[in-house]
């Protein structure tokens, strides 16, 4: 599992650039927000073999069209975000220094892991 934090007022880009750096598996399908409308992002993952679903912004010139029932999946990734942000000290950042703070999002995680495969 890889975790990354950025400041606050970085784009997504900033954060797909720097998940899609790794030497992570391609992906068959991206199921992102519209922060991360991006016609390089679109291409990224065209190149490795998989399919962005991605709402256009607003603003963009010509809008895409999206998989609906795909995007609807993406509800999963929001309440398992959701189940991170239980955990108060995580939602809060009382956590000073960087590595202190990823080291409570995997201690979370992982608790969030466990309780899934007790079920």
């Known amino acids: ?65 999206v998989d609906r029932f795909v995007y609807a999946l993406r509800n999963r990734i929001e309440r398992c975000f959701n189940r991170l942000k239980n955990a108060r000290r995580l939602a809060t950042r009382y956590d000073k220094t960087l590595a202190s703070y990823l080291a409570f999002v995997e201690i979370v995680s992982a608790r969030i892991w466990a309780r899934h495969l007790s079920t």
């Open 1 to 65: 599992m890889k975790a990354a934090v950025t400041a606050g007022q970085v784009s997504d880009y900033t954060g797909y650039d720097e998940m899609a750096d790794e030497d992570l598996p391609d992906c068959r399908v991206l199921i992102a927000d519209k922060g991360y409308d991006s016609q390089a992002i679109r291409d990224n993952v065209r190149d490795h073999g998989g399919t962005a679903v991605i709402p256009a912004r607003r603003n963009r010139k010509t809008q895409l069209p």
